[in-house]
């Protein structure tokens, strides 16, 4: 197949660009390189099945050649980023994703959609279920970014129930790992920096707060899982292990050995106290649960960041 991937250069597009290749596919990365870097795909340029298009897929895109599939994964995904930069979230997941429905419309490919776990906010329901409604402040912070993956989802079911254009969209928990920006304002990479330089540990809030993580070659896994599969309701993909935001920190710190300390600090506005998904749809429909245990995939992406600072 011939594959297009929008934020190809991203922490989550470039392990799929890896992962289509690996299985013999050929893929068209699209980056504009707001978040996503050269560096995440640069181990690419000589793989003759990989061609990148520098391009904001939230103006007009063309794209030459057949595709079977579409994956947009294209959008700021950290908080910082997303508070930053917050017209242009919601450009990406509407004019962005409203591009990316159109093309692949017109070449006859199959549409993946990433949406997130945000799309249910500060949940009142717990775990979240597929069929959960969430709780989203569209006026807060956070609801440039909620809001635009809410929009980009109901698009998707629009152009899927009016166009009858085959359609996927994945719901993604927290997932880490390799690639990920070292101060990409996240939790791992947030700690994992703090802690590698024996800085204090910020924790927001109380520490109580809870979230579920999920290393990155599982999500990978599902995503072409739900790619491969017959269902065009959304789908959970993320790690149904529960951890506090302070266990996170403290387990962060004693794999590195680190003398951090933890201090705490106010809890934004809106962030969810809670998060972790109920997979069921994904155990049932695609056979999938995540395999790589919270300390192993910790010490993975140790090594990587390890060796970005060396």
Not at 32 to 54: Q, Y
Not at 180 to 199: C, I
Not at 200 to 209: A, C, I, M, N, S
Request: proline content about 6%; glycine content about 10%.
């Amino acid at each position: 197949m011939r594959i297009l991937i929008t934020g190809a250069a991203g922490f989550l597009g470039s392990h799929l660009c890896d992962r289509f290749l690996a299985d013999g596919h050929s893929v068209v990365g699209l980056d504009n390189f707001v978040t996503g870097h050269p560096d995440n795909v640069a181990h690419l340029a000589g793989e003759s099945r990989f061609s990148f298009i520098k391009h904001d897929i939230s103006t007009f895109t063309y794209v030459p050649g057949e595709l079977d599939g579409v994956l947009h994964f294209a959008s700021p995904a950290s908080p910082i980023d997303y508070l930053e930069l917050p017209i242009q979230t919601l450009k990406v997941g509407s004019l962005g994703t409203h591009n990316a429905l159109g093309l692949a419309k017109a070449k006859g490919a199959r549409f993946f959609l990433a949406s997130t776990s945000e799309v249910y906010g500060d949940p009142l329901v717990h775990p979240q279920t597929e069929g959960y409604w969430g709780n989203v402040n569209p006026v807060g912070p956070r609801g440039v970014y909620d809001e635009a993956k809410r929009f980009a989802e109901a698009i998707t079911m629009a152009y899927h129930t009016y166009h009858g254009l085959d359609t996927r969209i994945i719901r993604i928990f927290n997932t880490y790992g390799p690639r990920m920006r070292l101060r990409d304002g996240r939790a791992v990479p947030a700690f994992m920096s703090q802690a590698m330089e024996d800085k204090d540990v910020t924790v927001f809030g109380d520490g109580t707060q809870t979230r579920s993580f999920c290393y990155v070659t599982d999500l990978v896994d599902g995503i072409i899982r739900l790619a491969e599969s017959g269902t065009n309701d959304p789908v959970n993909i993320g790690n149904p292990h529960e951890v506090t935001i302070e266990e996170i920190a403290r387990t962060i710190i004693r794999l590195l050995g680190s003398k951090s300390q933890i201090v705490y600090r106010p809890l934004p506005v809106d962030d969810p106290k809670q998060r972790r998904p109920d997979i069921t749809r994904a155990r049932t429909i695609l056979g999938w649960e995540p395999k790589v245990g919270l300390e192993e995939g910790l010490l993975k992406t140790v090594a990587y960041f390890k060796s970005k600072l060396a």
